[in-house]
T-cell receptor, first 113, second 114 residues
Framework: AQSVTQLDSQVPVFEEAPVELRCNYS??????LFWYVQYPNQGLQLLLK??????LVKGINGFEAEFNKSQTSFHLRKPSVHISDTAEYFC???????????FGDGTTLTVKP | NAGVTQTPKFRVLKTGQSMTLLCAQD?????MYWYRQDPGMGLRLIHY???????AKGEVPDGYNVSRLKKQNFLLGLESAAPSQTSVYFC?????????????FGEGSRLTVL
């Protein structure tokens, strides 16, 4: 069985500071990894994904994530956050069985002025 | 440019009542999913479909039924609503069943069961 652990439920940061949202996964098979963002009262939308190849992936809005197979991690980073980045972020693992995804519990990022 | 559309967006039910949530996608995706989102628990898969006429159980299927009579529509039904089904429900679709495709989500349907 696959599982996803987001290590921080809430991350408060000041505007223009760097941020890292941590995600660890467990799986007995190769995985595909995703980060989604959910703004208030909206559905989730894709930030970035890792399928294969380079372990550093870049996404929208200046976010990037690094896949680390030995540590089974897929942490999300941004060097300088904006107020508009305030949202909930979900790490997800998907697998080949009908494309089903397992989500972490989410991390609420709050950017303060 | 609709993508995935869910109706209704809000609904209040009394215990024991029934209702159906409708999900429609205009991207010709084969795969469709119903998730529920509860505070601090992420998204949990209720049911999913790998194509028209097919349905399968996910992680938390009890108390729900689904149908996929048309490729573009995926219906989620509650036959006898319970307070434990108070949640935000999200429909999603994907073009790929290999796990490599992203999920496209609707804006959610907030259900309260009194």
């Amino acid at each position: 069985a696959q599982s996803v652990t987001q290590l921080d439920s809430q991350v408060p940061v000041f505007e223009e500071a760097p941020v890292e949202l941590r995600c660890n996964y467990s799986s007995s098979v190769s995985v595909y990894l995703f980060w989604y963002v959910q703004y208030p009262n909206q559905g989730l939308q894709l930030l970035l994904k890792y399928l294969s190849g380079s372990t550093l992936v870049k996404g929208i809005n200046g976010f990037e994530a690094e896949f680390n197979k030995s540590q089974t991690s897929f942490h999300l980073r941004k060097p300088s956050v904006h107020i508009s980045d305030t949202a909930e972020y979900f790490c997800a693992v998907s697998y080949t069985n009908a494309g089903k995804s397992t989500f972490g519990d989410g991390t609420t990022l709050t950017v303060k002025p | 440019n609709a993508g995935v559309t869910q109706t209704p967006k809000f609904r209040v039910l009394k215990t024991g009542q029934s209702m159906t949530l409708l999900c429609a996608q205009d991207m010709n995706h084969e795969y469709m999913y119903w998730y529920r989102q509860d505070p601090g628990m992420g998204l949990r898969l209720i049911h999913y479909s790998v194509g028209e006429g097919t349905t399968a159980k996910g992680e938390v299927p009890d108390g729900y039924n689904v149908s996929r009579l048309k490729k573009q529509n995926f219906l989620l039904g509650l036959e006898s609503a319970a307070p434990s089904q108070t949640s935000v429900y999200f429909c999603a679709s994907s073009r790929s069943g290999t796990g490599t495709g992203e999920l496209f989500f609707g804006e959610g349907s907030r259900l309260t069961v009194l």
